[in-house]
């Protein structure tokens, strides 16, 4: 069967509305938001309509359907993800997962095998998102341990042959992100997590730009720890999962604490609930768990490998258009090897702000900055960039369009 | 919204060809500012002489918006007391915030009027805001040094 995007264009509402003035909307930001499905907001307004009540607490017949229906989304989030239902933590968004995971550890007492103290290493990249820099940089700074990072190199990939350098017996997280969201770059982790492995420290993989876009198993990916967030997975916004190994959520201490995460409380102590619940506290986000279950259903029946093929095809042939313009400059792999569907870039003489501005007149949403990567903006030597991100529902005729503004607007700004 | 209102011909001009750009070896006050939300950064420095502000330079990089305003501003403030750069200043930042609604008085705010469509593109205002409150910082500094 081939795949449509004009048809899956239908299935998204957003579509149906113009921008500045009547324009096609072509929405390219798909990096920092996904658009959503009807099926998505269905099944959060139905939640609310129909099923609202606090899951896992009342003695009444909607609680039993709010529970059934938060519980029914993290089995669909597990099996999407190749993981055990218990191994699936609901958090607001990825950067409270990962924050969640810093905070965890940095409560782990000596004995546990998450305590970090002085003279303990966190490895990170250079090409993480700040929401997968700072809780470790934090967290670092907090107890003493020494954050340490891969360089990126000027190609835009990680500098493997560090490796031996950075992964020791003093390392006790490996922090990476799965796709940069600056450059696309899709990261090799089999030689990393063994590494890491070997000498007994845990992998944390961000995986907000692979999720959404690609079959991801954690299984077969061999990392300990996975945050992504929901509102990129097409599901809605305030949801994030924190998935980590069973063995490994049971030695976790919890971040957040309160009501539902507990096993017994006295006025002086408590102990916790088993994993998911011990890190699940206060009445959690179940219209929007609901929504990413819907998300998640809307994904898998188009397919992860036909939507990666699909963004693989837009990717190669917004790639080769723009570089085909002299003035233009990709920042990140110019080649489709191990390569998503983010792609940033210069234009000669036009700031990306401006040109941002100008793209936007003209309907077409991009994203423009240092993309919550700053640390490694300013190591390539650009401030700024401009970003395109692709998604299931565009086209090359979205393409077409983002090349016609650049032209347009070096003729603007001339 | 039309994209002209936003890029008038003189914000281009003064992009492209920006005044008082290059940091003078000697200043009263020295300051560094940054939009975190965007990335453009610029260091400004600022001389005092008789109690008036007698010299603003500055470099840094940054969109067209935020590069033109502070090349205007360094313009306009220059040979104002800080009560009269003061209350230029704050004028500036009310046209800012008029969503539109405002041209601005030419006579106060000379070039800086150019800006005003900014006004309308709310997710520009930091952008051409940068400058001047690098210019009010360095103000405040060099007042009480």
Redesign the interface.
């Known amino acids: 069967m081939i795949y449509n995007p004009i048809e899956v264009r239908r299935d998204f509402p957003i579509f149906t509305r113009t921008i500045?003035?009547g324009k096609r909307l072509v929405y390219l930001d798909s990096g920092a938001t996904a658009q959503k499905p009807q099926s998505v907001i269905d099944a959060e307004v139905d939640f609310y309509r129909l099923h609202n009540a606090a899951a896992h607490r009342g003695a009444h017949q909607l609680a039993e359907e709010a529970t059934d229906l938060f519980e029914g989304a993290r089995a669909k989030v597990a099996a999407f993800i190749g993981a055990g239902v218990e191994e699936v933590v609901f958090t607001k968004s990825a950067t409270e997962s990962l924050n969640l995971i810093a905070y965890a550890m940095g409560n782990a007492p000596i004995g546990n095998r998450f305590h970090l103290s002085a003279g303990d290493e966190i490895v990170v990249s250079q090409m993480e998102h700040h929401a997968n820099l700072i809780p470790w940089q934090q967290l670092a700074a907090r107890t003493g341990a020494i954050l340490r990072w891969f360089d990126v190199t000027p190609e835009g990939r990680l500098d493997l042959s560090q490796i031996p350098q950075l992964i020791t017996a003093r390392t006790k997280v490996v922090a990476l992100t799965h796709q940069s969201n600056v450059l696309g770059t899709i990261n090799p982790l089999a030689e990393i997590v063994a590494a890491a492995h070997a000498v007994g420290a845990v992998v944390v993989l961000d995986a907000c730009q692979s999720v959404p876009h690609m079959k991801v198993d954690v299984a077969q990916l061999g990392v300990d720890f996975l945050a992504f967030s929901g509102h990129k997975t097409v599901g809605p916004t305030g949801v994030g999962i924190m998935w980590g190994r069973s063995a490994l959520l049971e030695e976790l201490p919890p971040f957040l604490t309160g009501g539902s995460m507990i096993a017994d409380v006295s006025m002086t102590t408590a102990t916790w609930a088993p994993a998911p619940a011990k890190f699940e506290a206060g009445v959690p986000n179940m219209a929007q768990a609901v929504g990413l279950g819907a998300a998640i259903d809307y994904l898998s029946a188009i397919g992860m490998d036909v939507i990666a093929q699909h963004e693989h095809m837009l990717t190669e042939d917004l790639l080769g258009k723009l570089l085909n313009i002299k003035e233009v400059a990709v920042v990140g792999p110019l080649t489709m090897e191990s390569r998503g569907g983010a792609l940033s870039f210069t234009v000669a003489g036009i700031?990306?702000?401006?040109l941002g501005?100008?793209l936007d007149?003209q309907g077409i949403a991009v994203r423009?900055?240092?993309h919550c990567a700053?640390p490694l903006?300013r190591s390539l030597g650009v401030?700024?960039t401009t970003r395109a991100s692709l998604y299931l529902y565009n086209t090359i005729e979205d393409n077409d369009a983002l090349i016609e503004g650049i032209e347009s607007a070096m003729r603007?700004?001339k | 919204?039309n994209?002209d209102s936003?890029?008038q011909e003189v914000i281009?001009d003064h992009y492209k060809n920006p005044l008082n750009k290059g940091l003078s070896p000697t200043f009263d006050a020295q300051v560094h500012h940054i939009n975190p939300?965007?990335?453009?950064?610029i260091t400004l420095n600022l001389t005092v002489a008789d109690g008036k502000i007698s010299s603003i330079t500055w470099d840094g990089?940054?969109?067209?918006?935020s590069?033109a305003s502070v090349s205007i501003a360094s313009e306009l403030l220059v040979g104002k007391t800080f009560e009269q750069a003061q209350s230029i200043s704050d004028e500036f930042v009310d046209l800012m915030q008029s969503k539109g609604k405002k041209v601005g008085d030419e006579a106060t705010l000379e070039d800086a009027v150019a800006l005003a469509g900014v006004s309308q593109?709310p997710a520009?205002i930091k952008?051409a805001l940068l400058g001047w409150m690098a210019i009010k910082d360095a103000s405040i500094q060099a007042q009480t040094k």
């Open positions: 500045r003035d700031h990306p702000h401006d501005q100008f007149s423009t900055g240092h700053w903006t401030p700024a603007y700004f | 919204m994209l936003l890029y281009l939300s965007c990335g453009d950064e990089v940054g969109c067209s918006i590069q593109y520009r952008c």
